[in-house]
């Protein structure tokens, strides 16, 4: 598959479509029409995945901003190497590309989260590659990260393909 600018317009997107929504009985950011449709779709079941699920993620509607609260087991990880499974969104209009995200869920609109804050990590592979449809599994250096506007408080560098 060849990727194009719309990969950057879909990440954009993802804080776009956020701020937009506004719905008190569904996770911070995600439409409800969207979170249902990933519900029906495979996930990732990576143990790593609970582990960053307890991050707890706050959205300033006025301001449009997310903050993270960390718990210490997510501190606890920050140098430390891990391996985590997931689906890739590429964030760079080539064939194969050295950066992506990695989300929990099934993405299902190129213009929406593919899920919570603390279902997505920032990944930076070593090597390129090519996108896959299917699950991936990366190892790499974990880190935090604060990007209030895009709701990206995860990220994996020095990242492997396993």
Known sequence: MKTSGI??????????CAFTTK??????????AERQAQEAL????DPMWNVLGKTKIHLNEKE????ATFPPEVKALVGTQVTISGFMLPLESTEKFHHFILSKRTPT??????????????IWVEKPMEWKEDVVKVT??????????LGL??????AKTL
């Open 23 to 32: 719905q008190s009985s569904v996770p911070v950011g995600q439409p409800t």
């Open 109 to 122: 609109c190129p213009f929406c989260p593919p899920g919570e804050p603390n279902e997505i990590v920032d």
């Open 153 to 158: 408080f995860f990220k994996i560098t020095k």
């Open 64 to 67: 449009g901003l997310y903050s």
């Open 7 to 16: 990969i950057f317009i879909t990440f954009v997107g993802l804080a776009l």
């Open 42 to 45: 495979p996930k990732s079941h």
């Open 140 to 149: 790499g250096t974990f880190g935090l990260m604060d990007n209030p506007q």
